[in-house]
Nanobody, 117 residues
C-alpha cells in the first residue's frame, strides 16, 4: 500500500512563504512523475506543479515564478516551496506520484493553505 503524507500547510499573510512536504512510501527512483494539485473551496482540483524522474518541471501559469517543486530521493520526499503567496493560492494542496512500473497514481490526503490579505 503506497502512502503519501503532506505537511507544511498553514495560515500566512499575502506575500508570505510556505514550504509543503510530501513523504512517500515509494522510493523516488521508482516514480515516473510526481506533483502537486490544489483545490479551492467550491472549485475543481487544479494542477500546481509536476516534476518527472528526469527533473523536468511544469508549473501552472498562476504559480510560475513563485512556486518551486523539488524532490529528495534520499528522504523519499517531495517539496513545494511557495513564495509571494496570494489570497487566491488558498486551498487544500495534494501531492501525487505516478509509479513507474505500472503507471498507477497515488494521492495524499491534502494539507490546507490559507492566505489572508
Amino acid at each position: 500500500q503506497v502512502q503519501l503524507v503532506e505537511s507544511g500547510g498553514g495560515s500566512v499573510q499575502a506575500g508570505g512563504s510556505l514550504r509543503l512536504s510530501c513523504v512517500t512510501s515509494v522510493s523516488i527512483p521508482s516514480i515516473n512523475a510526481m506533483g502537486w494539485y490544489r483545490q479551492a473551496p467550491g472549485k475543481q482540483r487544479e494542477l500546481v506543479a509536476t516534476i518527472t524522474s528526469r527533473g523536468v518541471t511544469n508549473y501552472a501559469v498562476a504559480v510560475k515564478g513563485r512556486f518551486t517543486i523539488s524532490g529528495d530521493s534520499l528522504k523519499n520526499t517531495m517539496y513545494l516551496q511557495m513564495s509571494s503567496l496570494k489570497v487566491e493560492d488558498t486551498g487544500s494542496y495534494f501531492c501525487y506520484v505516478k509509479r513507474r512500473y505500472d503507471g498507477m497514481e497515488f494521492w495524499g490526503k491534502g494539507t490546507l493553505v490559507t492566505v489572508s490579505s
